[in-house]
Every structure is written in C-alpha cells, then in structure tokens.
C-alpha cells in the first residue's frame, strides 16, 4: 500500500460501530434466550471472530450490511465444539470469553494467531483460579487455554484488588461471575472502559459500581434479559481522523454519532490540552452518550504531558496520539502506559521505530515515550511496515497524508481488525468518492 499527502480533508463520515461494545452485545445476547438485533456494529474481523466462536456453540447469527441478529436458544443449551475455540488476533475475544465459557457444563479450548500466542493471559488465568474455575494455558501464561479439562468449573464469588490497568481482566471477571455462588466485588486502580459495566445493568443484571469499586450479585446470568442495541461509532477509529484533521492544513471534517463515553473520551481531553480546534455536540446522553465531532486544522499546537488516570482512557489511540504531539511545539511526554507493551505489538518500541524513520524525534521510555515536536528531519527509509498491528497501520497512513513523496506501508490489511473502510473514508474526505 502506498500513499502520500492529498491535500486538505473535508466533510462529513460516520466511523465503524465501537469494537468493545460489539463483542460484549454478541456475547451476552449469546447467553440470553432469544433474538437480539444488535444495528450499527462493527464488523471487522475481530468481531467475526467472536460471531464464529457463538455459531460453534450453537448461537444462530446472521449478519447484514448494518445489523447482527442474534437468535440464540440460550447458555444452557449451547453445545461442545467439536474443534478448537479461534480467536484471530482479537485480545478482547480471548479474554473475556475465558470468563465466559468457565459457566458452561463442558471443556472448551482457546486460541489464536501468533500474535495472541505471545500477549500474557496469566493476568486473568490467575483470578478466575481464585474463583474455582479449572483454567490452564500453556506455561499457565499463553494460549492456547483449557477450560472445564476432567472437572468443571465450581464459580465461586472473590474480592479482587486489580494489579493492572486493564478492562478486558475485569470483564473476564464479570463474565466469570454471571456464574458464581456468591458476590464478585472488584476494586480498579484507576477506572478503566466500563462498557461491560453499563451492558450488564442494561441487560437487567445485578451489579453496583461506586467509583472504582464493582459488585456482582450471585448468579446474576438467571436474572439476564436481552434488549435490542445500537452501537455508537468507535472513538478509537475516530482518533485517528481527529489527529488527521488536526494535522493537515485546510482541514475540516465531522465525525457523526462517536460514542464519547467519559472512560474512553482521552483523545479530546488531550486535543482540548493541546489547543486544538475541536467542538463536541451531544446527540444523546443514554447508557452510552453519542456525540458529533468536529475537528479542523490547528497550525499551534501545545505540548502535554499524558500520565495517570487518563492513560487507561486513551490507551488505545496512542500511536496516533505520539504523531499528534510530533506536531506540537515543544515536548511532550507520555508515561505510565506500560499496557502499550502487551498489545498486538510493543507499540512503545513500534511506534518509536516507525515515526523515528518518517524523522520525527521520539525516544521511548519504560513506560512511555517523550515527544520531541517539530524538530522533523528528512525520512531514513520509505518503506514501513504495521507489524500486523491494526493501529500502527492507519497511524502510518495519517502520517502519510503529510508526505509529499509516498511512503509504502507492508501488511496494511491488518486495518480490517477493526476499521474495514478506512481507505475509502480517507478517499471521501479527499472528495474522490
């Protein structure tokens, strides 16, 4: 894939249904008995996977250009997969259906490509083994992981101190604990993405958040009732247009119908902390509050410093977010991101690599990076590469639309993990569709 600057972007698009959201309404409309139209999800290959994963167990899904209809006849009568449980490279699917499928009165077996074979899975094998659930993976750390092998699951309630920062840990807790005889409470260091959170109490389940502390009622998954659900636009996606827009001279652009739920809204903290141009206009303010952005060029741009509560916020659009503070005058400095290093690449080391060739001036940290702005120097290569990560390649394809020779950028395809129609959003903006 090869591209280069084209000019000022302008008009009006509608970014992919939210990733998170999605795989959480495909699972638990799996559990709940009935039909469950799930409009404006994301269908990127992510989420299939999921949708593959629930049509071994028996789940009735079918898919149109805008919707997933859900028909499921319920947890209890799902069935054993004859083969093993393929995640792709999604972290979330992994994860969070560890939880999940430890209720289920039969052994289940996950796994995925090479990347999710290196992206630790001790952080939640350990707590669900606090709660009686018969896990194992290989090293008791990686896929592929054995669930219900001999002995099933006896789901016990816990009280768990999370160590790390991390929403997919928690809601393989909850999942867990849809099952359990007694009360899951779980206490956050900092409160990270709470759409498990707001779809369980819409789906009629039992639990409290107060701050950063959860409880879960016993066996919550018998009061489970399932209404129809509307996604909003994925705030990760639309990041990378608002750096987009930020970044390239003339630019104006409206992103329609973002979700903009305040543990995922880092990105327009941060653009707000930098001087950007960016206007935010509430549409609805339901379990999810949906939002209209719109975002144009900003020639000064502060420097920043992003730390703390806020990373867990933002963690996923940091690759995009380093590009944007390359840009901005002076040096910024992005700390206790340590989960950067865990995802579907190093993305601290990636990052660094990527944007140091493009000649930018970026040193990584142990947990971070710090951000030399402006201080750009001529590009030591033109050839780039996502590592099969989905956010390093539309990162690079941004970066590109400042370059006025092309760069190449290998495996770009990994942009369909969760934004299948990026190029032809970028084309649109441009005015060529």
Do not use: W
Request: glycine fraction near 8%; charge should be negative; charged fraction near 20%.
């Amino acid at each position: 894939m090869k591209l280069k600057s084209i000019g000022p972007l302008q008009g009006e698009i509608s970014v992919p249904g939210d990733k998170s959201i999605t795989h959480r309404a495909i699972m638990l409309a799996s559990l709940y008995n009935g039909e469950t139209v799930i409009h404006k999800p994301l269908l990127g290959e992510d989420c299939l996977s999921t949708i593959n994963i629930f049509r071994q167990l028996g789940v009735n899904i079918s898919i149109t250009s805008d919707k997933i209809i859900v028909d499921s006849p319920g947890y209890e009568a799902f069935q054993e997969p004859d083969d093993v449980l393929y995640t792709g490279n999604s972290g979330t699917t992994t994860r969070l259906l560890c939880g999940l499928l430890a209720g289920l009165p039969f052994k289940t077996v996950l796994d995925g490509d090479d990347s999710i074979r290196k992206r630790p899975m001790g952080r939640i094998i350990e707590p669900l083994r606090q709660m009686g659930v018969n896990i194992k993976g290989n090293e008791n750390r990686f896929t592929p992981v054995v669930i219900n092998e001999g002995t099933l699951s006896n789901i016990n309630g816990i009280d768990y101190v999370m160590p790390v920062k991390s929403a997919q840990v928690k809601s393989a807790i909850l999942f867990a604990g849809l099952f359990a005889n007694s009360e899951v409470r779980i206490t956050e260091q900092d409160i990270s993405r709470n759409h498990t959170e707001l779809m369980f109490n819409q789906s009629n389940i039992d639990l409290e958040v107060d701050d950063n502390k959860i409880a879960l009622k016993p066996l919550s998954i018998d009061k489970l009732k399932m209404h129809d659900i509307t996604v909003p636009g994925d705030i990760s996606s639309a990041a990378f247009f608002i750096v987009a827009a930020l970044i390239v001279p003339g630019s104006r652009i409206v992103l329609s119908n973002v979700g903009t739920n305040i543990t995922r809204n880092g990105i327009i903290e941060v653009v707000k902390m930098m001087g950007g141009n960016i206007e935010i206009i509430e549409r609805s303010v339901n379990a999810e509050p949906v939002s209209d952005i719109i975002v144009s060029y900003t020639g000064e741009l502060k420097a920043i410093t992003i730390e703390g509560e806020l990373i867990p916020k933002l963690i996923d659009e940091i690759p995009v977010i380093a590009l944007l503070l390359a840009h901005a005058n002076g040096k910024s400095v992005i700390k206790d991101a340590e989960e950067l290093k865990v995802k579907e690449t190093n993305r601290i080391d990636t990052v660094v690599s990527e944007l140091n060739a493009l000649g930018y001036n970026i040193q990584p940290t142990h947990d971070g990076m710090i951000v030399h702005g402006q201080l750009r120097v001529d590009r030591t290569r033109n050839i780039f590469d996502s590592f099969n990560d989905h956010r390093i390649g539309m990162m690079l394809a941004i970066a590109a639309l400042i370059e006025l020779e092309p760069i190449e950028i290998h495996r770009f395809e990994a942009v369909n993990v969760s934004y299948p129609n990026f190029l032809d959003h970028i084309k649109q903006l441009k005015g060529e569709l």
